[in-house]
């Protein structure tokens, strides 16, 4: 199964649209959508499966979004399913932080340096504050807010807004500095779970 | 080896009304008195009351009025932030035609923080973007005014009582109205006078200051006293059975920074306006001088009068310490500087074996015997590039560096407890001290005015190496 996988490494699908940077470091097979800006120096890795990020999200530097092994996992064991990671719409990945959570919906928002772990599920509105670690096996409801040393919740009214002027900013501004990486023509029709 | 520098490593002791030992930078020095002073020996004066947010000043009174909380500025009821006003925009009706909209700047509070808004609690939106925001009024406001209105009456009548009596016990000749307006003098100008302090047995002596004037006329005040009911409100049938959504229910603490209301759930907390905070001014109990005075503006760092300790005391330092071993001698190389202009001459001494204020020793230490010799602090040097080189004819044994008003020197350590976690050891510092403050009197020779007397002064100093080596 993983042999397979491995063949289609090095295949980045990028959307028309999406300005993702050629600083930005994508390893596996990454699927980015449409309206999505991904700044230099943020790395996206799919090491044990795919990775599908849907559209209007934006992923800051130093951001982390990594599909990998399970700790007790050996890459060469042989019956690993490569599961793959999908991350909705409008989601904001705020510098320095490390998500490696499979199933992320949409308009959340990860503020710095926070922590998800592997087997969180975030459905959507969630804002995990900075410097937050969520590392438990849990599907986090709906308009949380994690903030505070002691990651202390509470839920909000309403979801966080999407980004959209600071994405159409950011998408007219980032190619005039940066190189952009090449987008794949045709529909950018996602596998959405 | 960040951590020797810590301050708590070196401590002095200040000898007040209770021992204190700490570190230099916390003590204050009383030069009048020519004695260290620290917090707890030195009485406290609120100087000007400012917001923290917007460095707003409020004079006293108005603090008063308002509960010591700004006017303008939000605390975030969740996480106790500073709160923001944002703008969004609304499509509103146009008051004159009813079907065209236009965009209208509606205003909320939110947490840059927590990212709690005003609407989590249900307020409205306001227009303005300032001055719109109402605390909830407190279901028992009418009845806590009309107890404190009671209570000032009757503080007011005990003090007048009780005055009356003393005056009539010291001064049998006076006429009461004279007495009378002298009580209300010497209130007027509130707990400052030492006169005022001293008296310890006057118990509702702070609502006093709120009382009456004498013109008033005294109206009797009465209250119906509180009902004690049998009947409590019976707990809600599935209070054990449901189960508790925590985001939804308060902490403690925020439950308590709004005493009025203690609400429950989240969903009732609502923005409290901001504490406001205090400059104080501090001021030797023993001779009324002044310590410390910050400037009265908000904006401002500075002080009028700032007499530290670390400006009239050698301060020292730890600078290495060798891997310390149970009853062997180590060397322990310190660090003495000198914060005034003048050449300071110190000497150490180890304290005696009965020495009361040397219980936390747990190490025997050897200092050197000759007096050590500070230069002066010299603020233009460190630009001078033809500085003469100071001529001290050092000792190698006792002084490792010398480097413009400090200078480094070693002392013996010998450790004295076993499996010790932190090696302690104390010694006396003698150094000399030259009043500038005080007045020069004219000398009986004439001629040029002589330079302040020296006066030696002793301190005890405590040093904490750390843990024996392994």
Not at chain 2, 319 to 338: A, C, D, F, G, H
């Amino acid at each position: 199964m993983l042999e397979k996988y491995n063949k289609y490494k090095n295949v980045a699908k990028i959307a028309a649209g999406a300005v993702v940077c050629v600083e930005s470091e994508i390893r596996g097979d990454v699927t980015i959508g449409a309206r999505t800006v991904v700044h230099p120096k943020a790395r996206i890795i799919a090491e044990a499966g795919p990775i599908i990020i849907g559209e209007g999200n934006l992923i800051e530097e130093q951001a982390l979004i990594i599909n990998s092994y399970p700790e007790n996992i050996l890459p060469d064991t042989d019956g690993v399913e490569p599961k793959a990671m999908t991350i909705g719409t409008n989601n904001v990945f705020e510098v320095g932080c490390v998500s490696q959570a499979l199933k992320i919906g949409d308009n959340n928002v990860i503020e710095s340096k926070a922590d998800l772990g592997r087997n969180v599920i975030l459905t959507s509105g969630c804002i995990i504050g900075a410097c937050c670690q969520i590392n438990t096996c849990e599907v986090v409801p709906e308009n949380t807010v994690v903030y505070g040393s002691n990651s202390m919740r509470r839920t909000q009214n309403e979801k966080p807004q999407p980004q959209t002027l600071q994405l159409d900013f950011l998408m007219k501004i980032l190619p005039n500095y940066h190189h952009v990486k090449k987008t794949v023509k045709g529909s950018g029709a996602l596998l959405r779970n | 080896m960040a951590s020797l520098l810590q301050p708590n490593r070196v401590v002095y002791l200040v000898r007040g009304e209770k021992k204190i030992r700490a570190p230099l930078s916390q003590l204050y020095f009383c030069r009048y008195c020519s004695e260290l002073r620290s917090l707890e020996c030195v009485s406290h004066e609120v100087d000007s009351h400012y917001c923290p947010s917007c460095l707003e000043n409020m004079p006293s009174a108005e603090a008063k009025l308002k509960k010591n909380r700004c006017a303008n500025c939000f605390d975030c009821p969740c996480c106790m932030h500073t709160l923001s006003t944002r703008a969004t925009n609304i499509p509103a009706p146009v008051p004159d035609d009813p079907t065209k909209t236009t965009m209208k700047k509606a205003y909320y509070l939110a947490c840059g923080f927590c990212r709690w808004t005003s609407r989590d609690v249900g307020m409205a939106d306001k227009s303005v973007a300032s001055g719109g925001w109402q605390e909830p009024e407190n279901p028992h406001a009418q009845r806590i005014n009309k107890l404190i209105e009671y209570y000032q009456q009757l503080a007011h009548r005990e003090k007048q009582e009780r005055d009356r009596k003393k005056m009539a016990r010291r001064r049998q000749c006076m006429p009461l109205a004279f007495s009378q307006h002298t009580i209300h003098v010497v209130e007027k100008y509130g707990l400052g006078t030492r006169l005022q302090r001293q008296r310890p047995g006057a118990p509702l002596s702070n609502l006093a200051g709120l009382s009456l004037k004498e013109g008033e006329d005294q109206k009797e005040i009465s209250i119906e006293p509180a009902q004690a009911l049998d009947e409590v409100e019976p707990l809600p049938e599935d209070f054990y059975t449901r189960p508790v959504s925590l985001p939804e229910v308060t902490t403690l603490r925020q439950r308590l920074l709004q005493p009025d209301f203690q609400p429950a759930g989240a969903s009732q907390l609502h923005p409290r306006h901001k504490h406001l905070l205090m400059k104080r001014s501090l001021r030797c109990r023993k001779c009324e001088h002044n310590l410390s005075k910050p400037e009265f503006n908000p904006t401002s760092i500075k002080f009028k009068i700032q007499l530290v300790a670390v400006s009239y005391i050698p301060e020292v330092r730890i600078m290495s310490i060798p891997n310390l071993r149970y009853m062997k001698e180590s060397q322990v190389l310190l660090t003495l500087t000198n914060p005034v202009e003048n050449v300071a001459h110190v000497s150490l001494a180890i304290c005696e074996d009965d020495d009361p204020d040397g219980i936390n020793r747990t190490a025997q230490i050897l200092v050197p015997n000759t007096e050590l010799v500070l230069a002066g602090k010299d603020a233009a040097a460190e630009y001078d590039e033809l500085a003469e080189p100071q001529d001290f004819q050092d000792d190698p044994d006792v002084v490792a560096f010398r480097k413009s008003n400090k200078i480094g020197f070693f002392i013996k350590v010998i450790p004295q407890k076993e499996e010790d976690t932190d090696v302690t050891v104390a010694f006396k510092m003698r150094h000399d001290f030259r009043n500038l403050a005080a007045p020069i009197r004219p000398s009986e020779e004439g001629g040029d005015a002589p330079a302040a007397e020296a006066i030696w002064l002793t301190h005890h100093v405590e040093l904490r190496l750390g843990p024996l080596a392994p």
